[in-house]
Every structure is written in structure tokens, then in C-alpha cells.
């Protein structure tokens, strides 16, 4: 496993700051929260979010952050994930499907510690590559 120092800065809860996405595919959030913790089988990724319409979702997934493409129950959009640090302010993991990466969710800790930016990309078919980007404020430090 990654040495946890790599990627300590990046433990604890986040709040979406809505004002600042910049989506390009889909509508941004109303509102959302992001918690990144510990677990046995490596990172666990928390999101939950109020969408355009006012629903809310949540989602979670975990992932051993060494870089290794593992298994993944992502049904016909995703069969393997992997979990990388390239350095102690990017925190990133790419799902794929059948060998190809088709998407890409790459975050970046500001210099202050207190702001984390989120850039989701995806894959499509055609060829495309839409990125949502985001900003979070750290709300608790694990």
C-alpha cells in the first residue's frame, strides 16, 4: 500500500463549492459533500449530491492506492479500478472496461490544504472526452 503520507492531506470531509463547477457533461450539483477515509481494503470514496432537479444520490466506492488496476463491480461501465498518488497533491482513479479507460477522476489539493479541486473525465463512445470540474472546501480533516 501506498505510504499514507502521500495521501493523508486528502483524508476527511469535503463541501462542494456549486458555484464553481463547470460541467460539461450533465448538469452540475445544487449541492454535495465528499469524505475520503481509511478502510481495510485501502481509500474509501464517499460522495453524495443534490442534482439539477433536487434529487439526491450517493455514491461510494474503495480503492487500494498503489496504482494496480483491481477487479471492480461496475457492471458494463467499469470491471477494474485503479488508485493513484502521483505526489502528495493528486490523488486519482481511473475505471476501466475491458483494458480501456473510460474514466478518470483526478483531484488536486490547493497549496492552503483547505480547497480540492475534482476533475471528472469520461470516455465516450464517440470519441469525446467531457470534463465536469469542481472545487471543495475542507470541512474536517481526518
Known amino acids: 500500500m501506498t505510504d499514507q503520507k502521500l495521501y493523508g492531506d486528502f ?17 452540475p450539483p445544487q449541492q454535495g459533500h465528499y469524505i475520503i477515509s481509511e478502510c481495510a481494503e485501502g481509500l474509501l470514496f464517499q460522495m453524495t449530491w443534490t442534482d439539477s432537479a433536487g434529487e439526491e444520490h450517493n455514491y461510494s466506492f474503495t480503492g487500494v492506492p498503489d496504482g494496480t488496476a483491481r477487479p471492480f463491480e461496475g457492471g458494463e461501465l467499469a470491471d477494474a479500478l485503479a488508485v493513484s498518488v502521483p505526489s502528495d497533491s493528486e490523488l486519482t482513479s481511473s475505471a476501466y472496461y475491458k483494458g480501456n479507460e473510460l474514466m478518470r477522476a483526478t483531484r488536486l489539493l490547493h497549496a492552503d490544504g483547505m480547497h480540492m479541486d475534482v476533475l471528472q473525465t469520461v470516455q465516450l463512445p464517440d470519441g469525446t472526452k467531457p470534463t465536469n470540474k469542481a472545487r471543495y472546501r475542507r470541512k474536517l480533516h481526518s
Request: net charge negative.
Open 11 to 27: 483524508l476527511g470531509i469535503w463541501e462542494l463549492e456549486p458555484e464553481t463547477c463547470e460541467y460539461e457533461q450533465s448538469e
